[in-house]
């Protein structure tokens, strides 16, 4: 652990005894999720040649995983990363594999492939939530964790960035199937390897805690059991505001994706979908390391809201951009606050869990957003047609906006 007087900055987390072991092996782990997707609509298309199909297997694939991200998250909170984790990775890729031999060959049913693709869904293993939990452990300095959980929020967006880029690369050279395989093999690879760090070893599970009698004692303020603690943390209003804000800006990122596709098609630009996601993504990067630079007077609580109305405001003024080329500069101004929001959500989420509780805190955070997600993709697939385009951007914004609200109530 780093001293006190050790000056706050990335180079000091890194430095932090085991960090980079862990932090290596959960992003090598994590890297197969950036690769999944994709893989799996480009196998899934060519084993049963309907694109309908594979979009149907990718959404009940992340359906199911988002639906039980919490349940998994607390497997890990109860029984600690070391006994949870390599079942959970092992099941995944299995199935991986399982897809992939589905997949190589055509005339496969869609039926089979949905099947497996919910199961696989179901098993994903929270290596994202894990590692937030081990950051909490490794650098509890709060001004060092802001940097930590800043500088996971950037690796994270540059692997759903390399991901789809290294399937690019690989059906050059084989099938699209081979992905799930490669995907497989890093799951498994860095989960093993993340349980095997020295900081995972000190992480063990809570179990299931029961009430102890004290005789002529009254409980204290701090005996809580495990379902008291739980009903706590979700009435807790920073809890509720982390979740609350993350939806609402999965809500904007979601739409946003399905709305620069109709950009492009409506200019007959199809090149400008890349670039401005690509955009995205380099903005959100350096948003994050400045963001985490940054020693903030102002509480999370307060400024969680307002970078998301932030985020909010530039989507919708995206949707003025009369040029390619100024949506790709928006999509940048927009990225600026998108790693901050989420790094501000998730340390919302581990200041107001107990110990047994933090990896379910991150991943309520984490299964928010991609629901937010999930469901603005949905809806605005809807509404592109039948409204402006420009009005398309400000409803897809308008969650981040109004989610500054949630600044006006005070914690007590």
Same mark, same amino acid.
């Given at each position: ?24 092996? /959960? ?8 690769? !999944? ?13 309907? %694109?309908?199909?594979?979009? @149907? ?62 199961? *696989? ?27 930590? %959980? ?38 498994? @690879? ?9 900081? +995972? ?10 009430? +102890? ?34 939806? $609402? ?10 709305? +620069? ?20 993504? $380099? ?45 790709? $500069?928006?999509? /940048? ?12 959500? %998730? ?9 047994? !509780?933090? @990896? ?10 991609? /629901? ?21 951007? $400000? ?9 500054? *609200? ?7």
């Amino acid at each position: 652990m780093p001293s006190p007087s050790t000056a706050p900055s990335y180079a000091t987390v890194l430095r932090t005894r085991h960090a980079c072991r862990t932090f290596g092996a /959960a992003l090598l782990g994590r890297l197969s999720y950036g690769m !999944f997707n994709l893989s799996l609509v480009l196998a899934a298309r060519e084993a049963t040649g309907s %694109y309908a199909v594979a979009g @149907t297997v990718m959404a009940l694939y992340g359906l199911t995983g988002v639906c039980l991200s919490p349940a998994r998250a607390g497997l890990i909170d109860r029984y600690g990363p070391r006994r949870a984790l390599p079942p959970m990775a092992a099941a995944f890729a299995l199935l991986l594999i399982a897809l992939a031999f589905a997949t190589s060959r055509s005339g496969t049913s869609g039926v089979l492939l949905g099947v497996l693709a919910v199961t *696989a869904g179901a098993s994903v293993p929270p290596l994202g939530p894990v590692m937030r939990k081990l950051w909490s452990d490794l650098v509890p300095d709060k001004r060092l964790l802001q940097r930590a %959980y800043s500088l996971d929020s950037v690796a994270e967006e540059l692997l759903l960035v390399t991901g789809p880029l290294l399937v690019g690369l690989l059906i050059t050279v084989t099938v699209p199937s081979a992905g799930l395989a490669v995907s497989a093999a890093l799951v498994l @690879t860095g989960s093993l390897l993340l349980v095997s760090s020295p900081a +995972v070893r000190g992480s063990a599970g809570h179990g299931r805690s029961r009430a +102890v009698a004290v005789p002529s004692q009254q409980p204290g303020p701090g005996a809580e059991t495990v379902p008291g603690r739980r009903r706590a943390l979700r009435a807790d209003p920073g809890f509720r505001q982390a979740v609350a804000v993350s939806a $609402a800006v999965g809500m904007g990122l979601g739409a946003f994706d399905l709305l +620069v596709i109709a950009f492009a098609d409506e200019r007959h630009a199809p090149e400008t979908v890349a670039w401005t996601l690509a955009a995205l993504s $380099a903005g959100s990067a350096i948003g994050g390391l400045a963001y985490g630079a940054v020693p903030w007077r102002a509480s999370s609580r307060l400024r969680l809201p307002l970078l998301a109305a932030a985020l909010g405001l530039s989507l919708a003024a995206t949707g003025l951009a009369p040029h390619s080329y100024v949506l790709i $500069a928006c999509a /940048a101004l927009s990225g600026l606050f998108v790693a901050p929001a989420l790094t501000t959500a %998730y340390l919302i989420a581990d200041e107001s869990a107990g110990p047994a !509780f933090r @990896t379910r805190a991150g991943a309520w955070v984490n299964t928010a957003f991609n /629901a937010g997600s999930s469901g603005a993709t949905a809806a605005t697939g809807f509404l592109v047609g039948r409204l402006p385009l420009s009005l398309c951007f $400000a409803l897809a914004a308008a969650p981040a906006v109004l989610s500054a *609200a949630t600044a006006l109530k005070r914690p007590r």
